[in-house]
């Protein structure tokens, strides 16, 4: 087992900061506020193909089928959910739990 992010690991991590840092951590104080559901920022997210990080390709995801490679897609949902949770935890769970229906029916 390698206990080391890959090179594509890295790159969800450095990507899921600088949106944590540019997009929702200037307003994480307001949506905390407000209560309300962070659109914008899950219209950013999606376009960024962030909620297919652990979703099998013949489904529109981005995994290549596989139990390693399905282990390695739940690993990116961690390491982005992580960066985001910097930022702001209300936005990172309204991520994460994209995945929470998505598993039960993959």
């Known amino acids: 087992m390698d206990y080391l992010l890959t090179e594509e690991q890295m790159m969800i991590k450095e990507l899921c900061s600088k949106i944590a840092e540019e997009k929702i951590r200037p307003v994480a104080a307001e949506l905390d506020k407000s209560e309300e559901f962070p659109r914008e920022i899950m219209k950013v997210l999606a376009r960024s193909d962030l909620?297919?990080?652990?979703?099998p390709e013949e489904y529109g995801g981005t995994v290549q089928l596989g139990p390693k490679q399905i282990v390695a897609g739940v690993l990116d949902l961690?390491?982005?959910?992580?960066?985001?949770?910097r930022a702001c935890a209300g936005v990172a769970v309204c991520y994460a739990a994209s995945a929470l229906g998505t598993f039960p029916i993959l």
């Open 51 to 55: 909620f297919g990080i652990f979703i």
């Open 78 to 85: 961690c390491i982005a959910t992580e960066e985001f949770s």
